[in-house]
């Protein structure tokens, strides 16, 4: 009886050892996988505010995910289920898409017609005409010599239209000396013969000597207000008219404002710059945006116009 009984007392002892040697690791387990989580969640887990201990958590995860390496995690070693687990757990990593190539995606003159001009602009526009939309028209100008080209060009608006005057453009510029109206000024009948025989211009005489007198008004005006772009900004009070038309006809032909710089503009000397041809101007050079609301050209406009007036 007595060495049963020392048998049954060594029996219970080796097993509570042995529950005790198991229990150990579990809550080793559970310190290594807390670790691992508050990096990830800094603020922890409480015991008091949360129903899922780690070791339930851990299980969830691994019941609800579809990876087909979770479904034996029961054979895989401890710290591959850790970071299976954190696997899971971490945000999924978010494509980071190149600037410069969203940029290209969305270009003005795209072939899918994604960028929206004004109405006039349509597909058998032509390149030149289409690019001075997009670059020139409406972009408030300060410079002198851009004014006076600016100016002579809307004058002949009466005798071609926008495109033909921009395809002569580069040639215009060659022959009234980049438009500098202190050259202009001193130009005398040779170079007006020279410039009226160009059959590449298709200019009448009568045209060439326009422009001629207008350099000489120009550097008078200059002289009384130090540029000619003083002179007209002056007018505008510093600051350009900003419309917000949706539809061609709501843009008009001319406007008050231009009806009077023409009537000071024929007092002080200058020729063919009638209301229409000073609104044309205006347009032009950005004294008044008249791109359509819609157009992806009037919010950068304004944006121009919107600047403080920084004339040199």
């Known amino acids: 009886m007595y060495k049963q009984y020392a048998k049954k007392q060594a029996l219970e002892k080796t097993n509570k050892n042995s529950n005790i040697i198991i229990s150990r690791p579990e809550k080793n387990s559970s310190n290594i996988f807390s670790r691992h989580l508050k990096k990830i969640y800094p603020i922890g887990l409480h015991r008091t505010c949360s129903p899922l201990s780690l070791s339930s958590l851990s299980l969830s995860l691994s019941q609800n995910s579809t990876d087909s390496s979770l479904t034996d995690s029961s054979s895989a070693p401890f710290d591959q289920k850790i970071s299976l687990a954190l696997r899971l757990i971490t945000p999924p990593i978010k494509r980071r898409v190149d600037p410069t190539v969203s940029k290209n995606l969305d270009v003005p003159g795209d072939e899918e017609g994604t960028t929206r001009r004004c109405n006039w602009i349509t597909k058998n526009s ?50 009234f000396v980049g438009f500098d109206p202190n050259n202009v000024a001193k130009m005398g009948e040779k170079e007006i013969n020279d410039i009226a025989s160009n ?102 406009c304004v944006n121009l116009a919107e600047r403080p007036w920084r004339h040199v």
């Not at 005798?159 to 040639?171: A, G, M, P, V, Y």
Request: hydrophobic share 40%; net charge neutral; with cysteine.
């Open 126 to 175: 032509d390149k030149v005409y289409v690019q001075f939309h997009d670059e020139c028209w409406g972009v408030p100008v300060y410079d002198d010599n851009q004014l006076f080209e600016l100016l002579a060009m809307c004058g002949m608006l009466m005798d071609f239209n926008w495109t033909e005057i921009l395809k002569r453009r580069q040639l215009l510029r060659e022959a």
């Open 199 to 300: 059959k590449e211009l298709s200019l009448a005489e009568n045209r060439v000597r326009c422009i001629v007198d207008n350099a000489k008004c120009i550097t008078k005006v200059a002289e009384e207000y130090g540029s000619f772009s003083s002179y007209l900004w002056d007018n505008m009070s510093y600051k350009p008219v900003i419309n917000k038309f949706r539809h061609p006809r709501n843009v008009p032909l001319r406007s008050p404002k231009a009806e009077v710089m023409s009537k000071d503009l024929v007092r002080r000397g200058f020729r063919f710059v009638g209301p229409i041809i000073v609104y044309s101007f205006m347009q032009a050079a950005g004294l008044t945006i008249d791109h359509l609301v819609d157009c992806f050209r009037h919010g950068e």
